[in-house]
């Protein structure tokens, strides 16, 4: 099957900090793809570039260097133009449900706004709005609602909704369950997989977690410092991972049980001295 998006050696500087400083590379020639249907979970602890891969895609951040295509098109510095094009095939769910959400705009009007844009009818829009609404398991009512009254789990599912409106190929996710508590995140989670099923979309996951990533992801890439140091299935890359890094990524994650927990710190400590 054809890849949905590539990425082939893409580099991401920064500027420096101060004047006349160099430039500081945060992603090293990065390499990846994701097949429709498919979910590619990016994992790395804060600063690995994680997030300014998901970035680079949305076209937020420019490359250095390097491709990035979709259904087979060059989009690297795709114009104003194309990305507004764009917007119906790539979308984005972002880490707080609550700043992704303008608090004086109704549900309707905030899951209406990008089916308008799209040129779908007033009538037509308010329609799809129910669907969608029943799409994420929110009741009816919840249209003329402001988000101020949705708990944070519930916030996060209209986020969902309005980036499935326009039926993308393609949806970012940058952590977006972190801010929710445990139960709240296996139940969003649950959803995600549900929508993908139902949809065929595909998702690019960015998440510090790995036990989050193993839920949801056919593939994970484990990212340090810019750096691609493991890829593969997320079967095997979450349960015996080969590089070092994973390795106290993995350990890293809390557990529920005390005894597995008190393992996991003596791992920790094992690691401690291996190189990334």
């Known amino acids: ?22 430039p500081h590379r945060v992603l090293e020639e990065v390499t990846f ?11 790395g602890e804060s600063g690995s570039g994680k997030t300014t891969i998901g970035r680079a895609v949305l076209g937020l951040v420019g490359a250095a260097s390097g491709t990035i295509r979709f259904d087979g098109r060059d989009i690297t510095r795709a114009s104003r133009r194309k990305r507004r094009a764009l917007a119906r095939d790539i979308q984005v769910v972002f880490q707080d449900p609550y700043t992704s959400l303008n608090p004086s705009m109704t549900i309707e009007s905030i899951l209406t706004e990008p089916l308008t844009t799209a040129g779908v009818s007033r009538t037509d829009a308010a329609r799809r709005v129910r669907t969608l609404l029943d799409r994420v398991h929110l009741p009816a009512d919840a249209a003329h609602r402001l988000p101020r009254e949705f708990s944070g789990g519930q916030r996060q599912r209209i986020a969902i909704a309005r ?45 510090h977690d790995l036990g989050v990533v193993r839920h949801i992801s056919h593939n994970v890439m484990v990212l340090y410092r810019g750096d691609v140091v493991e890829i593969g299935r997320a079967d095997e ?8 890094y994973t390795r106290k990524l993995l350990v890293s994650a ?23």
Do not use: N
Not at 163 to 188: F, H, K
Not at 237 to 244: E, G, I, L, Q, S
Not at 258 to 273: D, M, T
């Open 33 to 43: 793809g994701i097949r429709p249907g498919e979910t590619l979970g990016l994992v």
């Open 163 to 207: 980036a499935i409106a326009p039926g993308p190929r393609l949806i970012v996710c940058d952590e977006p369950v972190s801010a929710l508590d445990l139960t709240t995140q296996a139940r969003v989670l649950d959803l995600f997989v549900e929508i993908q099923e139902g949809m065929g979309v595909a998702y690019l996951f960015v998440s």
């Open 254 to 276: 809390p557990v529920p049980d005390p005894v597995a927990q008190r393992a996991r710190r003596e791992q920790r400590r094992e690691l401690a001295e291996e190189p990334a």
């Open 237 to 244: 890359v979450t349960a015996r991972p080969k590089h070092p």
């Open 1 to 22: 099957m054809q890849r949905l998006l590539e990425v082939d050696r893409l580099c991401v500087d920064f500027p420096g900090k101060g004047w006349r400083a160099a």
